[in-house]
């Protein structure tokens, strides 16, 4: 290539770049507006007391200290950790064994599909409120039929300790439809090639399941974990609407705190729990997309 059609090519290119950045333009402004903006104010504010309305006052981490010493704040990260596990392991778990059987295309999997789906497209706060009657202990179904075998049998679940943790897990315990359906666009993606290949080979149903599908859906999965996880931790909804954060503390966890803060007029303190959410969400995106390696090609 001679000297003077590298000068074309870089003109061109430096034409082009020009119009790149035009279109990102409003892209970028909408961040900058809408999200980069907000994100500073909610790490200034955070170190400071502000109730809403006067000007904040510079307090530094006070509100941090105070969030730290409380006991409501520390069970509410003993409860996302918990959350989070169960999240990751049993909720996951769950969507992703939904699309590998969906996979298989057994008979009357489309209608099964459809049925597990009608569930996941209704709000948390419409499944809170039904959970509420389910879990009653005079109406509730739950407790009728297990009096048909104990008589004596009387919880109320959300309003007696422990029962209340595994009542609210129990309202998105089983609702994994995006990750079934995020695990199963990747399996339908994996060429046939692949798979024919290791049935040639000798591979079994279950090795190939183990071997071949699993490994190439590694950044579905990681997905599937980090929007599990991260909807744990801003989980709001089915606390506020069955538990409100009780028996006691049982049930805390930030949101809860951050909108009583908000009521109580500590914008400040009710921020610095925003920094902490906001924080946990990154620690969050770096594991996962570290532990399961989901920057490099799975093929």
């Known amino acids: 290539m001679g ?21 990102l333009l409003p892209s970028l402004l909408i961040f900058v507006v809408f999200y980069l903006q907000p994100i500073i104010t ?3 504010t955070s170190l400071t007391k502000w109730d809403g ?20 704040f520390l069970i ?10 169960i999240a990751a392991t049993l909720h996951v778990g769950f969507g992703v064994l939904v699309a590998f059987i969906l996979y298989q ?17 209704i709000s948390a706060a419409a499944w809170a409120m039904i959970y509420k009657f389910i879990f009653n202990d005079d109406m509730g179904i739950l407790n009728n039929m297990i009096r048909k075998i104990n008589p004596d049998f009387h919880v109320q679940w959300f309003y007696n300790s422990p029962y209340a943790f595994w009542a609210v897990t129990t309202t998105w315990l089983f609702y994994s439809v995006i990750v079934t359906l995020v695990v199963l666009n990747d399996l339908m993606a994996i060429p046939e090639e692949l798979t024919e290949a290791a049935r040639v080979d000798g591979a079994t149903g279950w090795q190939i399941t183990r071997f071949v599908h699993l490994p190439l859906c590694r950044n579905a999965i990681g997905t599937g974990i980090i929007c599990s996880i991260t909807a744990r931790v ?34 400040g303190y009710a921020n610095a729990n925003g920094v902490i959410m906001f924080i946990l969400g990154l620690l969050i995106l770096a594991v996962v997309n570290k532990a399961f390696r989901m920057n490099e090609n799975v093929y």
């Open 105 to 121: 295309k057994p008979k009357g999997w489309k209608l099964t599909r459809g049925v597990f789906m009608i569930p996941n497209v």
């Open 42 to 44: 909610v790490f200034y």
């Open 3 to 23: 000297k003077g059609e590298k000068i074309v090519i870089s003109g061109l290119e430096k034409k082009n770049y020009k119009w790149i950045f035009l279109f």
């Open 76 to 85: 509410s990260l003993q409860n996302i950790i918990l959350w989070s596990v």
């Open 53 to 72: 309305f006067n000007s904040p006052s510079f307090i530094g981490l006070a509100n941090y200290i105070q969030m730290f010493q409380n006991d409501a």
């Open 234 to 267: 801003a989980m709001y909804e089915q606390i506020a609407l069955t538990t409100a954060g009780g028996p006691g503390d049982d049930t805390m966890n930030l949101p809860i705190i951050l909108v009583k803060s908000i009521q109580d007029m500590k914008y």
